[in-house]
Every structure is written in structure tokens, then in C-alpha cells.
């Protein structure tokens, strides 16, 4: 057998392994560049959603929706619901 040729197949083989490896690595680095790209807009969405949602709630803190019952319960007594009623405002006056 030729030493030259064994030499040339094997920088061949080298050579080609190289390309076939530069390949795949180019393909992993797109793909994880794609998935952190993802990851960031999603985590920006999870930051904005929970924004809007810190802000409705120091908007329903803010409202003053008075709460009074229409109608007594069927185990409560018509006094007691106007009790109940009597309590909502004064501590919806207080606040």
C-alpha cells in the first residue's frame, strides 16, 4: 500500500469529518440562539403581564365600591342583614 495514499485519505477524512462537525455545531449555535431569543420574550411577556396585573390591583384597592345585600340570606333574619349593611358603610366610611 502507498504511504502517500493512506496519507491523503486520511487528510481527506479529516478534512471532511471537520466540515460535517463545523456543520452540525453551526446548526446547534442557530438553534439555541432561536430558543434564548424565545426565552427572552416570553420572560418580557410573564414581566408585563404581572405589571398589568400590580396595577389592576392598586386600581381596585383605590375604588370604593360600597357592598350592601339585597336580600336576606335564608338563614339570616331581616334584622341581621340589616346590620350587616349598617357595618359595610361605616367601614366603608372609615377607609
Request: charged share 25%; glycine share 4%.
Amino acid at each position: 500500500m502507498n504511504l502517500f495514499l493512506l496519507g491523503g485519505a486520511l487528510a481527506f477524512t479529516f478534512f471532511l469529518g471537520w466540515i460535517v462537525r463545523s456543520r452540525e455545531l453551526a446548526n446547534h449555535k442557530r438553534k439555541v440562539f432561536t430558543l434564548e431569543t424565545e426565552m427572552v420574550a416570553n420572560h418580557a411577556e410573564i414581566l408585563n403581564l404581572q405589571k398589568e396585573k400590580v396595577d389592576l390591583e392598586k386600581k381596585l384597592k383605590s375604588l370604593s365600591i360600597p357592598v350592601i345585600p339585597l336580600s336576606a340570606q335564608k338563614d339570616e333574619k331581616p334584622s341581621e342583614a340589616k346590620r350587616v349593611a349598617s357595618q359595610a358603610s361605616s367601614v366603608q366610611k372609615h377607609s
